[in-house]
């Protein structure tokens, strides 16, 4: 997308607030001075074999693009494709899952689009709102901030141990059928673990708002490494700004380490540090298997939020509140790249 950019100059488009000229989350158009739009689109793949669960951890993965720039959802349009064979009540099921979802946000599901496929696919697109002056961007972040996390890492790795396609098996094949456990998989780490990707990141975004954060992006396909380091790319504006994580203090799903032990690993603890290995320094105690989940693709993952010294103690309440969870993970500091200690 960043080809197109040249198209469409910032100068030109003065209300566009977010476009192609910046690596965030989703765009943000102002449409006056106490609202913009935000809008964005993900789908993916099936990665649990439960159809309704699939649309739900779908929608839930959409959603948090808009929580990720600190608004709210409005309203969405599904995006999907099916093979022919599907069953219609199958498709059904995918799309009760993500209306349930969206419901949850409070937005609608006002329409859509769905094409046959090979493979299936399904997500949405999001239409939401934010007042201009209060929009999250992954630049922003300021020396002294402290790092929050608002999920634990691992969805990628245990929703790889989980997957199980017999030989000649299209993929699709797996909507079709019960799921069948390998031997050693923790039934209750998977529903851990969906647990996870299926919790809105709507009350992580509204205490990022109430603690007067700036900037804030989830965790999806580049692991919390790579997704830290576009935030300090973006920073880089500001002068020699970096983060420092301590791995110890990064929240991990049940069972976590021994599906990295075991080999249940995706392609983003190989892809990632060779997109952004070179913004990253490891202290000699952070093990093997900590730098593997730190790099490791998340789906649905949480909000990485900066939040200034005078929002820490707000920020905080109003995760209590609304009885979300947040880590502590580290700071922002002076320099530049990440520091994993």
Not at 18 to 41: H, K, S
Not at 175 to 183: A, G, I, K, S, V
Not at 248 to 272: D, F, M, W
Request: hydrophobic share 45%; glycine share 12%; net charge negative.
């Amino acid at each position: 997308m960043r080809q197109l950019a040249g198209f469409f100059p910032a100068t030109a488009y003065p209300d566009l607030l977010v476009g192609l000229g910046e690596p965030d989350d989703a765009a943000v158009y102002r449409l006056d001075d106490a609202r913009a739009l935000i809008t964005t689109t993900d789908f993916f793949t099936p990665i649990v074999d439960d159809p309704w669960t699939y649309g739900a951890i779908a929608a839930t993965n959409a959603l948090s693009d808009v929580y990720a720039m600190g608004g709210e959802a409005l309203f969405c349009l599904n995006i999907a494709g099916f093979p022919e064979a599907t069953p219609p009540e199958i498709v059904a099921q995918v799309f009760a899952g993500g209306a349930s979802k969206v419901r949850e946000a409070g937005a609608a599901i006002a329409g859509g689009h769905t094409v046959t496929n090979p493979e299936p696919f399904y997500g949405l697109a999001v239409i939401g709102v934010v007042h201009p002056d209060r929009v999250l961007r992954k630049g922003g972040a300021q020396i002294g901030d402290r790092l929050y996390l608002t999920k634990p890492l691992g969805t990628g790795i245990i929703t790889t141990a989980a997957k199980l396609t017999g030989p000649g098996e299209a993929p699709w094949a797996r909507l079709l059928r019960r799921l069948r456990w390998r031997p050693d998989l923790n039934t209750g780490d998977l529903e851990a673990a969906i647990l996870s990707m299926t919790r809105l990141n709507r009350a992580a975004a509204r205490a990022a708002q109430a603690g007067n954060a700036v900037s804030a992006t989830d965790i999806t396909g580049f692991g919390l490494l790579g997704h830290a380091c576009e935030m300090v790319r973006a920073m880089q504006e500001h002068g020699e700004i970096g983060f420092r994580i301590v791995a110890a203090q990064v929240p991990q799903l049940p069972g976590v380490e021994r599906y990295i032990t075991a080999g249940y690993l995706t392609r983003g603890h190989q892809r990632n540090p060779a997109a952004f290995g070179d913004q990253v320094r490891f202290g000699p105690q952070v093990t093997p298997a900590q730098r593997i989940l730190l790099w490791e693709a998340e789906t649905s993952g949480g909000l990485l939020v900066a939040v200034p010294p005078h929002g820490v103690a707000a920020f905080e309440a109003a995760c209590a509140s609304a009885g979300q969870t947040a880590w502590t993970i580290g700071q922002v500091i002076g320099g530049q790249g990440i520091e994993v200690v």
